[in-house]
């Protein structure tokens, strides 16, 4: 199956991706078909330079199949060569771990929050527990005495 793809190139730290097309069994940085544009993720994103693609040999290589990938899928968007892809719905995605983690308890804490004032609303419950409460209270003291 054909891909467009990306291809890492660069040195370490400083990548440039090329746009290749190639077969999807093949390596990502290996053997390609054709390179059709590049792609410099340092460069800001106003920039001209930050991606460099011809038009024609990518609209030959869809119409013959090449699915590109989520990456160049989006870059192709930006640039109208083919339909901006969906954005994927990953929310957790984007907030840390460790505030996560405290979303997660919140919403576990949230229903014990709606029982207990449901326990509260009952006075004659209330009432018979506080009256009980202190003689079970004594009742240790003189035994550990």
Known sequence: MLKLRLSRGGTKKRPVYKVVVADSRFARDGRFIEKVGFFNPLLPK??????????????????????????????????????????????????????????????????????????ETAPKAETAPKEEAPKAETAPKEEKK
Request: proline fraction near 9%; charge should be positive; avoid cysteine.
């Open 46 to 119: 106003d920039k001209k330079e930050r991606v460099g693609l011809e038009a024609e040999r990518i609209k030959y290589w869809l119409g013959q199949g090449a699915k590109p990938t989520t990456r160049v899928a989006r870059i192709l968007g930006e640039n109208e060569l083919m339909p901006m892809p969906a954005n994927g719905n990953n929310p957790n995605k984007a907030i840390p771990k460790k505030e996560r983690n405290k979303k997660e308890e919140n919403k576990a804490e949230a229903p014990k929050a709606e029982t207990a004032p449901k326990a």
